[in-house]
Nanobody, 125 residues
């Protein structure tokens, strides 16, 4: 089934939130999990964090490095958001994909199409 995201909300600059995503249909060893966000309707979703289930390796985009933390606990994917900025305002989505021959998890999760509803994060100045 589709992943289901939760945990979004409205915070002020510098605030924190923790997002969750039920990925029970995807927690297999050779899978990658990732978080995307779309900052405005009509924009492409941008992948910014991912984790490889098999070895726990993680990568982040520079824009969130040091502020966001991705983690996986059994069948739930988490994203801890800290030091939030207005530019982080977006709809956040999780994704999963079989890594197979993809050279990176970012490439693998870019193939995901079974999007859930997302969870909105709004950061005010």
């Amino acid at each position: 089934g589709r992943p289901v995201e939760s945990g979004g909300g409205s915070v002020q600059t510098g605030g924190s939130l923790k997002l969750s995503c039920d990925v029970s249909d995807y927690t297999k060893s050779d899978y990658c999990m990732g978080w995307f966000r779309r900052q405005a309707p009509g924009q492409e979703r941008e992948e910014f964090a991912d984790i490889y289930v098999r070895d726990g390796s993680i990568s982040y985009l520079d824009s969130v490095q040091g502020r966001f933390t991705i983690s996986l606990d059994k069948n739930t994917l988490y994203l801890q958001l800290s030091d939030l900025k207005p530019a982080d305002t977006a709809m956040y989505y999780c994704a999963a994909a079989y890594k197979g021959l993809w050279t990176s998890c970012r490439s693998a999760v870019a193939t995901f199409r079974n999007w859930g509803p997302g969870t909105q994060v709004t950061v005010s100045p």
